[in-house]
């Protein structure tokens, strides 16, 4: 008989504690992923066996993981925590693989980037670091205001995953033991275009985004970058100023600057088409070739425009630094997008309205207020289920829910604790305050269920999976190289 990790004898104990506690009652289903409801004197959880490969769960960034976590209102307070010491802050969140070949051996592993560009491999079970790539940028860029908040993204064959660097480039880096496979960059100006965006990775593509740093110092252009995930070969750039242009530009050679692609979830993919969601920031608008304050549809190749949206006041949301793009778009289903902005506002648009690369300004469903009517700088969750369609928001003012009724947003419930990209798992609603604390909510009322201690961030937010709850703290704004990853188990 093979001997059991300490992982899989954990597993192996929940999977017995629920068998045993329907004996005499139905053997069907005993070892299967699922379980009971977490309840006091219930069954045990038994979480599914899954990874979490990038921000947001799912390509299209729902938040909301099809899986079953082993958490539950039941058992969430008895999580542990364990705080691991980390070479650099993540400003951003972890991405996780189960099971997976790390240095000879098999480990359950959390890969975390750095603000300068580290990307670590820490053993989920032990919080052991399995190994660190470093930039050769580093020593030049440590401390500096050139930083990146991106989440690395995993390939689906589980070999190798994606991770972003303040020098502009897009590495490709083994699992196994994290040596550069390949290395490209997606930039030819990496000290004004700025990798805040978390990668994505969808038809065998590495999606990236570029910004700019803080205080928008020109020259630089959003733009949408696809990777050939095998080579790395740059296969496409579109630019979201001076759009006719395809390609890497020299950014001083495009007469305007800005429309930074900076929200958190970066590319949304819509998974039916591999159509490519973004949203830019402060810039003209002409709805020719400059698309500043924009919701920018693609093609799964950033080739071609096939939809957009801007506000009837984009000219004032420029002139007064109001981005819509501090958040990328959701996809609600249906047809239905929904698009917030650092103007307090949500903005709920039929798409259907808005195809074509002609330019499209307002004519939107509805708009309200976000939380509070502060600026969005976070990732809505979407919740989808036999009930129909609930969002959950989080800003500095607050966090809400929405359910989706006629083409209309419906406030459930609201409060006014601030957090950051809010996740949805199992019922529970884990929202990070960046003053510190992982509230944890009962998402169908808002009510609290435990606060998880922890430390304060900025942008950083959770992910919960296979019976553990991972956030990194700190702000990448301290320029800091040190930082912890909260790792919370079930006993």
């Known amino acids: 008989m093979t001997p059991r990790t300490p992982r899989s004898r954990r597993r192996f104990a929940l999977i017995l504690a629920g068998c045993m506690a329907l004996l005499g009652t139905a053997w069907s289903g005993c070892g299967s992923s699922g379980g009971g409801n977490g309840a006091s004197g219930g069954p045990a959880p038994v979480p599914t066996v899954a990874d979490w490969t990038r921000f947001g769960w799912d390509a299209g960034r729902s938040s909301a993981p099809s899986i079953k976590t082993g958490i539950t209102a039941g058992n969430v307070v008895s999580l542990t925590r364990q705080q691991v010491a980390l070479d650099g802050t993540v400003d951003a969140s972890a991405i996780y693989l189960h099971g997976a070949q790390v240095q000879g051996a098999t480990h359950d592993v959390f890969f975390v980037t750095t603000t300068y560009g580290k990307t670590i491999a820490i053993d989920a079970d032990s919080g052991t670091v399995l190994w660190e790539y470093t930039p050769p940028s580093y020593a030049t860029l440590a401390g500096t205001y050139r930083i990146t908040t991106a989440t690395p993204v995993a390939d689906p064959d589980r070999q190798s995953i994606y991770a972003a660097s303040p020098d502009g480039m897009i590495r490709k880096l083994a699992v196994a033991d994290g040596h550069v496979e390949w290395e490209t960059s997606i930039t030819n100006l990496p000290e004004r275009e700025k990798i805040a965006s978390s990668l994505n990775f969808d038809r065998g593509h590495v999606i990236a985004t570029t910004g700019g740093y803080v205080g928008d110092a020109p020259p630089y252009q959003g733009h949408v970058a696809i990777l050939d995930s095998a080579t790395g070969n740059l296969l496409a750039v579109w630019n979201s100023l001076c759009s006719d242009r395809a390609g890497l530009i020299e950014p001083a050679s495009c007469a305007e600057s800005d429309a930074a692609i900076w929200g958190r979830a970066g590319a949304v993919i819509d998974t039916a088409t591999g159509h490519i969601f973004v949203a830019t920031g402060n810039a003209l608008w002409d709805g020719l070739t400059n698309w500043g304050d924009a919701t920018l549809e693609l093609d799964s190749g950033a080739i071609q425009l096939l939809g957009n949206f801007t506000p009837a006041n984009t000219d004032q949301l420029n002139a007064s630094d109001l981005d819509v793009g501090s958040t990328s778009p959701v996809l609600l289903g249906g047809g239905l997008v929904l698009q917030g902005g650092k103007d307090g506002t949500l903005r709920l648009l039929d798409w259907s309205t808005m195809q074509g690369s002609a330019g499209h300004k307002g004519n939107e469903l509805q ?31 607050g966090t809400q829910a929405w359910a989706l009724s006629g083409n209309r947003l419906q406030s459930l419930w609201s409060n006014t604790h601030a957090g950051t990209s809010p996740l949805i798992a199992d019922g529970l609603l884990y929202v990070y305050d960046p003053g510190g604390g992982l509230r944890v909510y009962d998402a169908a009322t808002g009510n609290g269920v435990t606060t998880l201690a922890c430390g304060g961030g900025h942008w950083n937010s959770p992910i919960a999976v296979d019976g553990r709850v991972a956030l990194p703290e700190g702000n990448a704004n301290s320029h800091l190289t040190s930082g912890v990853l909260d790792i919370w188990r079930l006993p």
């Open 367 to 397: 708009v309200v207020q976000t939380p509070g009517g502060g600026a969005l700088f976070t990732a809505p969750a979407v919740l989808r289920d036999t009930t129909g369609v609930t969002v959950f928001v989080a800003d500095n003012n």
